[in-house]
């Protein structure tokens, strides 16, 4: 073997060393990423903005791809939590779901009923009645007669709220004699038994207003015999 020979010998063992070192560096570095990024795993975000209280579907969500250990613990990675559950708060596009952004809807008692009223947004709800909130529902009559006296009455006590729709302009025209006197009301959906069902349906129908008084978290509200009825005559 002549030394031009050798000479080519050993350029090609070189450049064999070069790739086989070259191979390592990269399988290296891939490894390395692998360690610092970890598996990918799916996650949601929001196609579009969703309203407080909103019943919640798959296909207002998004599928991605991102890796787990930069996924919130809390993230939601299986849409089946969907089911049954309502926004808790305001949720904006692009958000990734998360289990705290979400609440179960209260459900119904067997001898409960479901009932929704329109509640004026300026003095009955005021964004702190969600879905759950125990609430006092109050009802005022005008005078009847020439010797009535105009009434307030709480009508339901510790009525449970199940639902709260969207924000309404009511339109002129309607025949409720309530939803005449709001510009803008909330649907409220109640959770009631059958004669508590009635006494609300007939404050729609026949009181001046109907309001809504929301009850501190774990308390209730425990009415003594004529507690329930004032009169500006008898408040002494």
Not at 77 to 99: F, H, I, P, Y
Not at 118 to 145: C, H, Q, R, W, Y
Not at 148 to 160: E, F, L, M, T
Request: glycine share 6%.
């Amino acid at each position: 073997m002549n030394s031009r020979q050798r000479r080519g010998v050993i350029i090609l063992l070189l450049s064999v060393l070069c790739a086989v070192g070259a191979f390592v560096g990269v399988l290296s570095v891939i490894s390395d990423v692998n360690s610092k990024v970890g598996p990918e795993v799916a996650a949601y975000e929001l196609k579009a903005d969703v309203a407080p209280y909103t019943p919640l579907r798959a296909d207002q969500f998004r599928k991605t791809e991102m890796p787990k250990r930069w996924l919130s613990p809390n993230a939601v990675t299986d849409l089946s939590a969907l089911n049954g559950k309502v926004a808790v708060t305001r949720l904006e596009k692009g958000s990734l779901l998360q289990d705290d952004m979400i609440v179960k809807r209260p459900e119904l008692a067997p001898d409960e009923q479901e009932i929704a009223i329109m509640i004026d947004a300026a003095t009955g709800v005021a964004g702190k009645i969600t879905p759950g909130s125990l609430v006092n529902i109050f009802a005022t009559f005008a005078a009847e007669g020439q010797n009535g006296k105009a009434q307030s009455r709480i009508i339901v006590p510790n009525a449970k709220v199940i639902d709260v729709g969207k924000l309404t302009a009511l339109q002129p025209g309607n025949d409720n004699r309530t939803a005449n006197a709001m510009q803008e009301a909330v649907p409220i959906t109640f959770a009631l038994k059958t004669k508590d069902a009635q006494r609300v349906a007939y404050a729609e129908s026949f009181a001046e207003h109907v309001r809504l008084a929301l009850l501190a978290d774990g308390s209730t509200t425990t009415l003594r015999p004529g507690e329930s009825t004032y009169t500006l005559e008898g408040d002494k």
